[in-house]
């Protein structure tokens, strides 16, 4: 599931409340404040939630522009590799000089609905990097980065080790699959043995 990160200052609580609704209407799980449990290091919720967003969406009003808090998560998403849209209340000239230069749509375009969700699915398809995978026995191994980025790209949830799924390059042996890959800025890696399954995105 695709997880969308929403910004915004609480005076504008039914702009951010009117924009989640419209997310999770096109299939998006959607990340706010008042997601915060009570007696946890609400900093910590904040960056973790970020780090795993496809994207932070800030809604840019001269409130927002103001407040230390929205400039942390923005400034914040920013330096983890997490796409930042901002839906501009603002004239663009007023904007910080780092957001200048991102993706912006002003709030009255009458094509903001599309504008947004078509940057989100291309946000969606660059999340998950596949940095090297290989398939096969133990010194057999095909290198097939390419087509696992491929499914990732498609927006495949998971992916399973399987011949069915990736061919089979030689019969009879029992294969495994070793992937390294990054979700934004956190790299990992994983081995699965034949008929295991990776959860591509969260």
Known sequence: ??????????EQI???QTLETKLIEEG????MDKKIRVG???QKEIDEAIRNSIALIVIMTPEAKASEYVTYEWIFACGAGVRVISVLYINHDDLHPRLKNLQYITHNDPLL???LFNSLRDAQSSFLTIHHAIWGVRDKMHNI????QEMASAGMPELQANKKCLGDPFRGERKKLAIVFSRGSKIDSVELEEYGTLALHK
């Open 145 to 148: 980065t390419k087509e696992v």
């Open 14 to 16: 039914k702009l951010a």
């Open 1 to 10: 599931m695709h997880q969308v990160f929403i910004s915004y200052k609480r």
């Open 40 to 42: 946890t290091e609400w």
């Open 28 to 31: 998006f799980v959607v990340w």
């Open 113 to 115: 609905r599309e504008v």
